[in-house]
């Protein structure tokens, strides 16, 4: 019973199954490094990276409301959505990095190249993370479809 448990609560690799690429560690077929800056970023600091950016956003959006005179629950929200979508498409194409992402020490790099995203790219990751499941589904390098969408990816800065 102990190796029955053991090799589905222990996870794929415990019951043979490969969880890294080829090559080892995430993101080693695109050239980036196994640990340190440039290095694929995790889960939990992209999460991180997330909240506050929606807590930035929640906030431009609820400032933007405060000058509506009785704003109703679209407008509520179709503020908060416009000013993350905005922040997404203004700060990845001059940054880099959105404000989470600098507090938590990230950035969104293009693969091909390593630059940064242009503003249509950058767009289209925006309106992808908003619809929130491309962000939720990740491929064996990490990557949620926003950033396969428009080749790029998270690093750690």
Known sequence: MARWTGTWLSGL???GVEVTPEGGWRGSRFGLPQAG???IAGFGPRL???????AVAALVGGLVNSFLAHP??????GAGIAALVLLYATLLPTLGQTIGMRLVGLRVIRLAGGGLLGVGPA???AVLVVLTLPA???DRDGRGWHDKAVGSAIVRA
């Open 72 to 77: 109703d629950v679209v407008s509520r929200q």
């Open 37 to 39: 800056p440039g290095s």
């Open 123 to 125: 767009l289209l990751r």
């Open 48 to 54: 991180g990276a997330v909240c506050i950016d929606l």
């Open 13 to 15: 690799a415990a019951a």
């Open 136 to 138: 939720l589904f990740t």
